[in-house]
């Protein structure tokens, strides 16, 4: 039986498909890939599916590593969506692209041969451009992967959670309890610098203000000098933003608390790991991120069918899949089209609302948590709907 529900809303689309949204990688598209051609794709089905309407699903298959790992997870959970809505009339055609850009570029045009009406996936930020170019050309949408925003395109939508949606929830969380005064401490990388333009952008679009921003280096013995800039600040501001992971989290804090500092903590859904639990100076900070008790939910269907825990971003392939198998069933042959894919009033789902911007970029609505010992707590919920005109 499907998981799907369908609610009649009053929107210029008609009837307004409800469906479920996923979590991705943070910061995974600001990690190089190599660029040289694919390897042999992996012996296994590369059609799952009877239904009429082909649909194609690029991910890095045979990639090594992680990406390989990650890839094959999701294609369980694209093959799990299927059984889930019994039996739509769709069927999947799976490509691998290898992880590389030439594989992307190759599995798109294979799928456009075999008469896919949209592309699943990739993955990867260099492998979406590949495969938006290809599928552009025959007006053939994508609903990709990535979290890299400058990879999406009209024609190209990102499924995945951007970081500055994460940032925007978080600091307008703040700027609602009063909090005015930002200082940050920012990783000097391509994810830096991403992050780093959206907090400027909404601490002025809330009306806060950036007291002081320091960049810091990976290697942690220098990490210390921008930590130290910062807290000769220390009265000026009440809040501090750090955009990264747990294995840097840690340092960072626990030089704040040497220095005397006890500011609130601030961060992005890389902060959505049970490590902070453990991390005494990271109790109380606030993260932007999905509700998790739908995936918690999905990740034990997955566990009870394929007996191991799914990787986290597998819920992009699944919502994928349950998503375009929905239109199917309720658009008719504007399943696919600009007007259905950007409804205004969007979907929501497992994660919580979306929709998908014209630009193909996305809106969420994510909810901020608190840091405890027991992982993340739900501080303010996930909104049921979103905001006309934001």
Request: one cysteine or more; proline letters at 6%.
């Amino acid at each position: 039986m499907s998981r799907w529900r369908f609610l009649r809303v009053a929107a210029a689309g008609g009837l307004l498909l409800l469906a479920a949204a996923c979590s991705g990688i943070p910061g995974a598209d600001y990690f190089g890939l190599g660029s040289s051609p694919p390897p042999p794709p992996a012996a296994q089905p590369t059609a799952v599916g009877q239904g009429q309407v082909k649909v194609a699903l690029i991910l890095p298959l045979t990639a090594q590593g992680n990406a390989g790992a990650t890839a094959q997870s999701m294609r369980n959970a694209a093959e799990m969506a299927l059984a889930e809505f019994n039996n739509p009339d769709i069927q999947l055609l799976v490509k691998d692209d290898g992880g590389t850009a030439f594989g992307a570029q190759a599995a798109a045009q294979q799928a456009v041969a075999e008469g896919a009406e949209i592309i699943l996936g990739p993955l990867f930020a260099q492998s979406v451009s590949a495969a938006g170019q290809i599928a552009r050309q025959r007006g053939i949408p994508v609903i990709a992967f990535s979290t890299d925003a400058g990879v999406a395109a009209p024609g190209v939508y990102l499924l995945s959670f951007l970081p500055e949606s994460e940032v925007n929830r978080v600091v307008a969380y703040a700027a609602s309890q009063g909090k005015r005064a930002f200082a940050a401490l920012i990783p000097d990388n391509a994810y830096g610098t991403v992050v780093q333009a959206a907090f400027q952008q909404a601490v002025t679009a809330h009306g806060g203000r950036v007291i002081v921003m320091e960049r810091y280096p990976l290697d942690r013995a220098l990490m210390q000098a921008s930590v130290q800039r910062v807290l000769q600040a220390a009265r000026q501001f009440d809040v501090i933003f750090i955009p990264d992971g747990a294995d840097s989290i840690s340092p960072i804090v626990q030089a704040l608390a040497t220095g005397g500092v006890r500011k609130q903590l601030v961060g992005t859904g890389l902060w959505d790991d049970p490590r902070l639990a453990a991390e005494p100076g990271a109790q109380g900070g606030w993260f932007a991120a999905p509700d998790p008790s739908g995936y918690r939910a999905f990740a034990g269907r997955y566990r009870a069918r394929y007996g191991q825990d799914p990787v986290r971003p597998a819920t992009l392939a699944y919502d994928a899949v349950s998503l375009v198998a929905a239109l199917v069933k309720t658009q008719g042959q504007a399943r696919f089209t600009e007007a259905t894919l950007t409804n205004a009033s969007g979907f929501a789902g497992i994660d919580g609302v979306f929709r998908f911007r014209q630009d193909g970029t996305n809106q969420r609505g994510l909810a901020v948590m608190r840091v405890t010992n027991n992982g993340g707590q739900v501080i303010s919920p996930a909104p049921k709907a979103l905001a006309n005109g934001t």
